[in-house]
């Protein structure tokens, strides 16, 4: 049996930017991206905060250091600059690995700078 587990989710991330004519994505300082051990072009579930809005779309790499949560495309109509986020990644695990599994979960500040829980 194959389950479907939480990998890794950078939680409650501040919405820093819209950007409409774009083919469509995250884009996500790289910091973050490597902290929560996400890649570039994988699949993200976006859940807004302040609208309950929950879309699918992929990871691209923002600049390291620069705080960027920008929303791309047709996601950019699912939240304004100032929107708290949670962003989720998952995998799949046979039965034994979930059951030892931990996924990384990274919150960060106003500025979207990691911080430790």
Do not use: F, W
């Amino acid at each position: 049996m194959q389950r479907l587990m939480l990998k890794s989710k950078i939680h409650r991330a501040t919405l820093t930017g819209t950007e409409i004519d774009y083919e469509g994505s995250i884009s996500i300082d790289e910091d973050l991206i490597e902290k929560a051990d996400l890649l570039p072009g994988e699949q993200v579930h976006v859940l807004n905060v302040s609208t309950g809005d929950r879309i699918i779309t992929y990871v691209i790499k923002a600049p390291a250091k620069s705080g960027t949560v920008m929303l791309n495309g047709p996601a950019a109509r699912m939240g304004v600059p100032g929107d708290p986020l949670i962003i989720i990644s998952y995998c799949q695990l046979d039965d034994a690995a979930a059951r030892r599994h931990k996924p990384i979960v990274v919150h960060v500040d106003g500025k979207n700078r990691p911080v430790s829980k």
